[in-house]
């Protein structure tokens, strides 16, 4: 019990820590971007787990849930890890996010990858649906798509959860589908740091530099979903538990695992 409740000491420091992030969401976010080093399994970005492990789960749904024929949108593209892995399996990916120095990263990162591309684009914003089709038909691409989101809704205020819903009903048409997948962690914000390493002591420097730059994250599971993709507008083909992973934290070569939920959804 006693260490357990030393794990509450650390909230004045994560409180200090928040404070510095910037209250806009897109300007943190591209100052976080813009500040990074090195990606994968060494490096600054805490979700980069530097290894396709997490993604093999995802591939029997993707597989047969998704139309392969169609185009893939990987929305929160960040540095472009799984639009880069998805290319093997999509005649086109392309990699949005709202941080024009995550795409100038992930574009730097995919140099010479065919089938892969890139656009800044807030997919929360009015206009988000109209500047992806125009991507996609710049890239040859016309029609429905299918879309891909890993850990992005859960750093999301409500309001902005059911825009991007929204702006994704009309990109997926008749044969697209959404495959999502994120951090179901069914705690508060110092169990979840404290599950990913951090004590009274130290914290893990990708979990820090996330902490001190970025919107404080919260949970997406099936009750989320079920407020941002209404059942008037959605259908929902399949959904579960699934693991998300981080970059290693707490021990050299094993990356962090966090509960999550995974969905997969056509528009009605």
């Known amino acids: 019990m006693l260490s357990a409740l030393k794990k509450y000491l650390l909230l004045p420091k994560l409180v200090k820590l928040a404070s510095n992030a ?3 969401p897109g300007v943190a976010w591209d100052q976080y971007w813009g500040r990074v080093g090195a990606t994968g399994a060494r490096g600054d970005v805490l979700w980069d787990s530097g290894s396709d ?17 169609l185009p893939i949108v990987d929305v929160g593209c960040g540095n472009g890890v799984f639009s880069r892995a998805l290319a093997a399996y999509f005649p086109h990916v392309l990699g949005v996010d709202v941080s ?11 140099e010479g990858l065919e089938r892969v591309s890139y656009a800044a684009v807030d997919m929360t914003a009015p206009a988000g649906n109209r500047a992806v089709t125009a991507a996609l038909a710049s890239a040859g691409f016309t029609g429905e798509a299918n879309i891909f989101i890993r850990g992005v809704l859960h750093v999301l205020k409500k309001p902005a959860q059911a825009a991007l819903a929204g702006q994704l009903h009309p990109l997926v048409g008749k044969r697209g589908r ?5 951090t179901d962690f069914h705690g508060n914000p110092v169990q979840y740091v404290s599950h990913l390493g951090a004590t009274l002591h130290s914290i893990p420097g990708p979990l820090e530099k996330a902490i001190r730059g970025l919107p404080m994250p919260g949970r997406f599971g099936t009750a989320q979903r079920r407020r941002a993709f209404p059942e008037a507008s959605w259908d929902v083909v399949e959904d579960g538990p699934v693991t998300l992973e981080t970059r290693p934290l707490k021990s050299p070569d094993r990356p962090e695992q966090i509960p999550g939920y995974f969905a997969v959804l056509q528009a009605r």
């Open 22 to 24: 910037p209250k806009d």
């Open 53 to 69: 492990h997490e993604l093999r789960a995802y591939l029997e749904h993707l597989t047969r849930q998704l139309d392969p024929s």
């Open 100 to 110: 024009a120095n995550a795409i100038a990263r992930a574009a730097a990162e995919s």
């Open 178 to 182: 959404v495959f999502l997948a994120e």
